[in-house]
């Protein structure tokens, strides 16, 4: 497979990684960047979050839907993450789109690789976004959530959830993290 050499905007990247027939990328500053393999643990805890986050979803009776892999989030002209999972309120996105461009929550499961970006540049650039109002940095190894909501100027307010639930509010859902963990 050959990455694109030129730089792309965050149209041409969703066209041209929607012609793709294997493997996961994402877009930084106009360069496409192919994604690593996952491990298990990865696979397992980021499905599970999706679940649990369909189902609060579900309990709550609110209108919205949550994604796994596959879908992507643009966060500006040049650049575009492919979050773990995320979720999003209203009414349910054309079945062509694959950018996402209003997410309330967003969530990423460290890898070995990704823990600095995680928590450093992919930090700044979902909160960047006005409807995000929760990023959670998933550290398996440590079974921790690092649970990042917007604060009331705007600025992420860092909380360290080890054990008990996580409250994402809004949208008034909760997850639990023996779920997560499990």
């Known amino acids: ?21 294997q493997g996961r990328f994402e877009l930084i500053d106009g360069v496409v960047v192919q994604m690593n393999s996952e491990r298990a643990v990865h696979a397992r805890v980021k499905r599970r979050i999706a679940n649990l986050l ?16 596959g879908m992507a989030v643009r966060i500006g002209e040049r650049t575009v993450h492919e979050p773990d999972a995320m979720l999003r309120l209203g009414p349910r996105l054309p079945d062509n789109d694959i950018l996402v ?60 959830v080890r054990d008990g639930a996580i409250v994402l509010d809004p949208p008034g859902l909760s997850l639990s993290l023996a779920e997560i963990f499990a």
């Open 101 to 160: 461009l209003d997410p309330v929550v967003v969530v990423e499961v460290v890898s070995p690789s990704t823990g600095p970006v995680d928590t450093s540049t992919k930090l700044v650039n979902y909160m960047s976004l006005p409807s995000v109002a929760h990023y959670l940095v998933v550290r398996t190894p440590e079974r921790l959530v690092l649970h990042y909501s917007r604060g009331p100027e705007g600025n992420p307010v860092l909380a360290t």
């Open 54 to 69: 369909e189902a609060a979803l579900i309990r709550q009776g609110l209108e919205g839907e949550v994604f796994g892999d």
């Open 1 to 21: 497979m050959n990455l694109p050499l030129k730089k792309l905007t965050a149209e041409e990247y969703a066209t041209w990684a929607e012609a793709q027939d």
